[in-house]
């Protein structure tokens, strides 16, 4: 099992703000975890938290994505873990707000946070310390 952490420019803030997601890989199986602005827009959707609403390698509208970094191993199961109690554990599947947060990138930092993982989300990543800020 691997993890994958992707961003990708937004629409025409590319160079200011960007969107992070989660590629979980099993196999020759990929799943795309992301928070999105809507509701139950698509895939496998609890609230504002989708998997699968975009293939893997798809962007966000303002350019194609990079790879932040990648985790094998026990840490890639620590977050695997997490991404499965989505819906008991995460505070804010409900709730978006683009500034602060909660957002995708809030998300994504929440997911590392619970996982154990000390990574932090570049400068881009707007609302990335909306929980650090909030607890």
């Keep these: 099992m691997?993890?994958?952490?992707?961003?990708?420019?937004?629409?025409?803030?590319?160079a200011f703000a960007v969107h992070?997601?989660?590629?979980?890989?099993?196999?020759?199986?990929?799943?795309?975890?992301?928070?999105?602005?809507?509701?139950?827009?698509?895939g496998t959707s609890i609230g504002h938290v989708h998997c699968n609403l975009?293939?893997?390698?798809?962007?966000v509208g303002g350019g194609p994505y990079r790879i932040a970094t990648e985790w094998q191993g026990e840490a890639a199961l620590r977050i695997h873990a997490v991404l499965?109690?989505?819906e008991t554990?995460?505070?804010?599947?409900?709730?978006y707000v683009l500034w602060p947060g909660p957002?995708?990138?809030?998300?994504?930092a929440w997911v590392l946070e619970q996982a154990g993982i000390d990574f932090r989300l570049g400068l881009r990543g707007i609302g990335r310390g909306y929980y650090r800020r909030n607890t």
């Excluded at 691997?2 to 590319?14: E, M, N, S, T, W």
């Excluded at 975009?54 to 962007?59: E, F, M, V």
């Design 89 to 95: 554990r995460y505070p804010d599947c409900h709730r």
């Design 103 to 108: 957002n995708s990138n809030s998300f994504v």
């Design 2 to 14: 691997k993890v994958q952490l992707r961003y990708a420019g937004l629409p025409f803030i590319g």
């Design 54 to 59: 975009k293939h893997p390698d798809d962007g």
């Design 84 to 86: 499965r109690e989505i």
């Design 20 to 42: 992070y997601w989660f590629v979980v890989f099993e196999g020759a199986r990929a799943e795309r975890w992301e928070v999105w602005q809507r509701k139950n827009a698509g």
